[in-house]
């Protein structure tokens, strides 16, 4: 038998183990602002458009465009599947059903920890811009540290109140990342706007990168932290109403939106500033305050840190939904202890949320070590790249070999799904090598060398002490 044709079966035993149930309570809106909220261009594009300018020296729109098209054929496969595999989890899920169990497994462990390694990620740039906005002053360390705490505190909250107060959140965190993305870069590219669009696609290799080439796949690598995260809208898929229709058009619509979003911002934050302010300023916890504030004025940087802090909470908040439910898929299944597959009363799976922020919170003790912030920042994108290959890479095996027909799912691509799985299969791998490729010019000068080969030595020791667990698990089960 087909893979593909129990799925329904698969889905109904999964997904009503005894009361063990979530809440299916998400329209297709909610689910495209978790999806939005998740990938967040605010978080995104602040985050890189620093690092960018210093490593690649400008002209990197054009790097950034390419992984957003790239992205698409990875987010097509992620719909295709999820039209006909809609079960909390996602890919760890799909992997599983359709690679067997050892790949589920390894699956899972390379998804929850790349998505943790994001989280504690997002809580540490987040919680700086809870400070600042607090009126307090990045005193770097320890002082970050607390403000990631604190940040992933309300996070918690927020996933653990009721599920009309979690949607009422993530909506206002959407329309903070419009205003506050989108409307400030339409101010900027009207009526501050200082050079010609050709500015866009000059000054490539005039940063820390030896070469054009260089600068180009450095400045690919760094724009693959802006298009993650669209795959929230898969593992919340027994949430959401008519899944195998809303999910796909969910995760299709996040990260249009949000690429569109980004690629706009980018484009009227170089039109609008010189490269020295941005380079000057990436040095810093908030590399954008200081250049928006000097072109609307001083009374301009409360409101904005204000939009952006929400926009923040709406990332983490999400992002803490987004990797609990793959906890608790994975939990349900007896691949992690059962107390995770528990829910609550109201339906909420409150052990895995609690699990997955405290694994988080232990990560922003690497806060005190920069070198170790990068190593954190680096894995958590690489090792999501990873995933993508793995999924992808799934699909198309079992789409050749017959165990998966595609045709039976909602999303019907015909022809084309061939072709499509098979360019975001390599792409996904040309991405990953790519973000976990040793660059010493894209770090501090004094980088340990560890923190160059960060994605291979951090994914490679996950899986080294995985791998014992895994295959005595299997021998018992046999």
Request: charged share 10%.
């Amino acid at each position: 038998m087909l893979i593909a044709e129990s799925s329904d079966a698969a889905l109904s035993a999964t997904a009503t183990t005894g009361t063990e149930t979530l809440n299916r309570s998400l329209s297709l809106w909610n689910s495209l602002t978790i999806g939005f909220a998740t990938v967040s261009p605010v978080a995104g594009l602040y985050a890189i458009i620093g690092v960018q300018t210093v490593v690649t020296g400008g002209g990197w729109f054009g790097a950034l465009a390419l992984c957003l098209v790239m992205q698409m054929f990875v987010a097509t496969v992620y719909a295709e599947l999820s039209s006909q595999i809609p079960i909390a989890g996602g890919a760890y899920k799909w992997a599983h059903q359709l690679g067997g169990v050892t790949t589920g497994k390894y699956a899972g462990v390379i998804y929850v920890s790349s998505t943790i390694a994001m989280l504690t990620t997002t809580a540490y740039t987040g919680g700086v811009w809870l400070a600042l906005f607090f009126g307090f002053e990045n005193g770097g360390g320890l002082t970050l540290v607390i403000w990631g705490a604190i940040f992933l505190s309300l996070c918690t909250l927020l996933n653990l109140a009721h599920v009309n107060i979690f949607k009422l959140v993530i909506t206002l965190g959407v329309y903070a990342e419009i205003v506050g993305s989108f409307g400030v870069a339409l101010l900027l590219f009207f009526f501050f706007r200082q050079h010609s669009f050709s500015e866009l696609f000059q000054h490539l290799g005039t940063g820390t990168a030896p070469s054009q080439t260089a600068a180009f796949l450095a400045a690919l690598a760094i724009s693959g932290w802006a298009f993650i995260g669209f795959d929230a809208c898969s593992t919340i898929a027994e949430e959401t109403h008519n899944p195998k229709r809303m999910v796909p058009r969910a995760i299709f619509l996040s990260l249009c939106m949000v690429g569109g979003v980004v690629l706009f911002n980018s484009a009227a934050l170089t039109l609008s500033f010189n490269r020295e302010a941005l380079v000057n300023t990436s040095a810093t916890s908030d590399p954008v305050t200081p250049v928006i504030a000097s072109s609307f004025g001083a009374w301009a940087e409360a409101p904005f840190l204000a939009i952006v802090m929400v926009a923040f909470l709406a990332c983490g908040a999400s992002m803490v939904q987004y990797t609990s439910r793959i906890v608790y898929s994975m939990a349900r299944e007896g691949n992690m202890p059962l107390m995770f597959s528990r829910v609550t009363a109201s339906k909420i799976p409150r052990n895995a949320v609690i699990c997955v922020v405290l694994l988080a919170g232990l990560g922003l003790l690497f806060g005190l070590n920069d070198g170790a912030v990068a190593t954190i920042i680096a894995f958590g994108t690489g090792g999501l790249y990873a995933m993508f290959a793995m999924t992808t890479g799934v699909g198309l095996f079992t789409r050749l070999t017959g165990r998966w027909n595609p045709a039976l799912g909602e999303l019907k691509l015909g022809v084309w799904g061939l072709m499509i799985n098979t360019i975001a299969f390599i792409w996904s791998v040309f991405e990953f090598v790519n973000i976990a490729w040793p660059r010493a010019y894209a770090v501090s000068p004094n980088a340990p060398w560890w923190q160059l080969w960060a994605v291979p030595l951090v994914l490679g020791s996950i899986l080294c002490i995985a791998t014992p667990y895994i295959l005595l698990r299997n021998n018992r089960r046999s």
